[in-house]
């Protein structure tokens, strides 16, 4: 046969493969081959509870105790339609509802048992993505630099108030001209050796803090990550000691006023995760005591001295921001948790959604559509692989917070930073999947694919863009990429 006759034969199926799913009256039932999963078919007997208990394990009861609480509690469920203002006070009543209420005390988990934090964090996650997220930078952003880059004294002086929200903070790193590029940060803190003070200082308008979480409403505190400026002898006159990270307080503990030299503007509605108040910080010369250094990877003395551990800058950027994976690693296991929802939501819909069928007979589940089952089968099977993956992650993390093992260290950071971009952006498109595989009724803001695409959209952006992360993984500077 000529190759344009073929072409034609091969047209001319195709057309009429398409008719019969417009049409089914033009199909005779043998021509509709389906692949037979769903209610018609012999019902697999699973025992749920024992693969809830096997798949949780130890930490289902505290992921349980926080269902049973926030079910109980109509009062603290984010309704469909809810404006920014009244979402970020509603995720504000989420979690302080958590804390002193349920009793559930996350930050102590932060060092001590990471595996139980990511598990709440999972459940909190799942009552309202803005609430995990007010959480995740609570605890795992502005908690987790006192506990990670400061020493005892720091731990000493802030750790119950993070814990009881008494101290509500943020993670002050991203500046509006400097995001992934963190070495490029412009906010300056320097010594002065006559009042024993440290002065931060926004230099120009591409350095002002943006993004950042707790900021624009409730947070009373930042770490602020700025150039340690020291005086020098020399010609120079001063030393730039690279990125370093400070405790600055930006609200009064008692009236919430905005303190004297910082200045908070709001970052406004975002696309998603509106219960979350980012917002925008700029310093004006604001004085902080020597003490507000977090000084776990370098120090300054009294007589503006430095010392370290580490001997270059290099290892103490690389140092400090290794401290930091924890949040890379919720974000990984937080992603297989929408995964999970939305996986659910799309497999339960189509195994009850009927539609065509052979003549005379009930119609056909769109589960046993071979297409619909490429859709959500192997993302199934994907799901349940990065929920073993990410459980895999949080061990290792588990285990280097345990030993401080450098291989460790490495391995934590090469599996956190690929597993973050690779189950993030297989999320990010899987949520697609799923609302188109449920049809119109999938775009229903109540059937919950948009609300969780939107918020979980970020996911692919914050805690390191993925694009960059896949270079680290790939172990090559990112600016060599154009050489
Ligand atoms: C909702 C939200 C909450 C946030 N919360 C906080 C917070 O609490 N605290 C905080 O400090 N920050 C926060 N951030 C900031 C966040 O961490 C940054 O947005 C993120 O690090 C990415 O930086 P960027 O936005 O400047 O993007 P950029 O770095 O400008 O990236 C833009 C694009 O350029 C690409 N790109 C960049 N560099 C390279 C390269 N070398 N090679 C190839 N491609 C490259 C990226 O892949 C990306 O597609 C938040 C952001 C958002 C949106």
Redesign the pocket.
């Known amino acids: 046969m000529a190759v344009e006759e073929l072409s034609h034969v091969a047209a001319a199926r195709r057309i009429q493969r398409l008719t019969s799913h417009i049409s089914p009256t033009l199909t005779s039932p043998q021509q509709l081959q389906t692949e037979t999963c769903s209610s018609r078919s012999k019902k697999l007997v699973v025992n749920g509870e024992a693969l809830s208990l096997y798949m949780k394990g130890k930490h289902r009861d505290i992921q349980e105790k926080v269902h049973e609480f926030f079910n109980s509690r109509p009062d603290l469920q984010t309704p469909l339609e809810i404006s920014k203002d009244d979402h970020r006070e509603l995720c504000m009543r989420q979690l302080y509802a958590l804390v002193r209420e349920a009793g559930i005390r996350p930050f102590r988990y932060v060092a001590d048992d990471p595996a139980k934090y990511f598990a709440i964090m999972e459940a909190v996650g799942s009552v309202d993505m803005s609430f995990g997220?007010k959480m995740g930078?609570q605890y795992s952003?502005w908690g987790g630099s006192v506990i990670n880059l400061g020493t005892k004294k720091h731990r000493d002086k802030y750790f119950d108030g993070i814990d009881n929200l008494d101290y509500l903070g943020?993670?002050?790193?991203?500046e509006l001209?400097?995001?992934?590029?963190v070495q490029g940060l412009q906010t300056t803190a320097t010594f002065d050796l006559i009042t024993d003070e440290f002065i931060i200082n926004t230099p120009n308008d591409g350095a002002i803090?943006?993004?950042?979480?707790?900021?624009a409403v409730h947070g009373k505190f930042a770490t602020v990550?700025a150039r340690l400026i020291l005086p020098t002898h020399d010609t120079k006159g001063v030393s730039d000691m690279g990125v370093h990270a400070f405790i600055v307080p930006i609200r009064d503990m008692k009236t919430h006023q905005t303190l004297p030299g910082v200045e908070i503007q709001d970052?406004g509605q975002?696309v998603?995760?509106n219960g979350?108040d980012?917002g925008a910080l700029r310093f004006r010369s604001v004085r902080i005591p020597r003490d507000n250094l977090l000084n776990r990877f370098g120090d300054v003395s009294r007589d503006g001295k430095y010392t370290s551990t580490l001997p270059t800058i290099n290892k103490r950027f690389g140092a400090t921001l290794g401290e930091l994976v924890g949040g890379r690693v919720a974000l990984a296991y937080s992603s297989v948790g929408v995964l999970k929802v939305s996986a659910t939501i799309a497999i339960r819909y189509s195994l009850l959604r009927q539609q065509f069928g052979p003549l005379n007979q009930p119609e056909v589940s769109i589960l046993d559509y071979q297409s619909q089952q490429h859709k959500l089968m192997p993302m199934l099977a994907s799901t349940y692989a990065y929920h073993y993956a990410s459980v895999y992650l949080v061990e290792k993390y588990s285990e280097m917070k345990k030993t401080n093992d450098e291989q460790l260290v490495a391995d934590v950071h090469a599996l956190s930073a690929g597993l973050k971009s690779y189950i993030t952006s297989y999320t990010a498109k899987a949520l697609s999947v799923c609302r188109e595989a449920c049809g119109g009724h999938g775009y229903a803001a109540v059937n919950r694919f948009g609300g969780l695409r939107n918020d979980h959209d970020?996911f692919q952006?914050?805690?390191?863009?993925?694009?960059?992360l896949l270079?680290q993984v790939r172990n090559l500077p990112?600016?060599l990429?154009?050489e």
């Not at 943020?170 to 991203?174: E, G, N, R, V």
Request: aromatic share 12%.
């Open positions: 997220i930078v952003l943020c993670f002050a790193m991203t001209h400097h995001g992934s590029n803090k943006w993004w950042i979480g707790n900021a990550f970052c975002k998603g995760l979350v980012n970020i952006t914050f805690e390191g863009d993925n694009t960059v270079q990112p600016c990429d154009n």
